[in-house]
């Protein structure tokens, strides 16, 4: 005998076909397996780092939560424990994660790319990170806001992105005393204009030649050599800046421009002219004279 109530409901809301079943289920706007921490990653694809083998996480191919770069820089610098820091694009919070361990009290990261802000926060949680906060934006309005210095400010990966390399190092400066930088570096020696590496540091419409700009600076002059993407920003992996004109610095005018914005301790490591990407190198940058004694 068929429930009162049942032949009500289905007079009320008629039964749904087969079709708006099959198109119901297969919808992408959830998940029906059971939770893990895969899922989460799976939410957005093309993640460039792996996390550690034991999680059993299959995310991208670099090794980056144990980087011996991170350690090196604050082997130089010394414990965070109770320090403000400051984390330029942190990308998928590898650094972040190493960095969160040591029990900063502030731990600022401040990534303009969408989907590595949401991969920074999936990593956040699938770490369970205490002191880390990930902000979304600009890190060069980050940096010009009159917030409190930074104890100590990482910059690994980022100023060969920049449109403006020199105006960010400018407000490094002006927000700590303490700086880490790995960067890729132009370097005419180690990379001749027939090597591969040279070919986004030409333009992309005849004559294809590359631009060089003499920017004064200080009583100085810095050589910028402008370079592209090269179309890379079509894949989902993508890691770079957010404008296809960036500038690479050389090496040499770096460190001169560091000593110049008053960093007396340069500490360089690293370095790899015949890195896949470019020529890179870290630089560790310390002000012994602290800017409210300058």
Request: hydrophobic share 40%; with cysteine.
């Amino acid at each position: 005998m068929t429930n009162p109530l049942q032949q009500i409901f289905r007079r009320v809301r008629p039964a749904k076909s087969k079709e708006d079943i099959e198109e119901f289920h297969l919808t992408d706007g959830y998940v029906f397996s059971e939770p893990s921490p895969q899922n989460a990653v799976d939410l957005i694809p093309g993640w460039n780092h792996a996390f550690p083998s034991e999680l059993g996480i299959q995310a991208g191919p670099a090794h980056m939560h144990e980087d011996g770069r991170i350690h090196w820089a604050l082997e130089q610098f010394g414990p965070i424990a109770g320090r403000r820091v400051l984390e330029l694009g942190p990308l998928e919070a590898s650094h972040s994660r190493m960095l969160d361990r040591l029990g900063p009290e502030v731990l600022d990261a401040v990534e303009a790319n969408k989907k590595a802000f949401l991969r920074c926060l999936i990593a956040k949680e699938i770490f369970r990170l205490q002191h880390a906060r990930f902000h979304l934006g600009d890190f060069v309005k980050w940096l010009e806001r009159k917030d409190p210095p930074y104890d100590l400010i990482v910059a690994c990966g980022v100023l060969y992105h920049m449109e403006e390399p020199l105006r960010l190092l400018e407000l490094l400066a002006a927000r700590t005393d303490a700086i880490y930088v790995w960067t890729h570096y132009f370097d005419e020696t180690s990379m001749p204009p027939q090597d591969l590496r040279r070919v986004p540091f030409k333009s992309q419409k005849p004559p294809y030649q590359e631009i060089c700009e003499e920017v004064a600076f200080r009583g100085m002059t810095v050589r910028l050599h402008e370079r592209s993407y090269y179309g890379a920003w079509k894949k989902s992996a993508y890691c770079g800046g957010p404008v296809n004109r960036h500038y690479w610095m050389e090496k040499e005018d770096l460190l001169a421009v560091l000593g110049i914005l008053g960093f007396d301790d340069l500490r360089v490591a690293h370095d790899e002219p015949q890195h896949v990407n470019g020529p890179a190198f870290s630089v560790f940058a310390r002000r012994t004279v602290r800017q409210a004694e300058r």
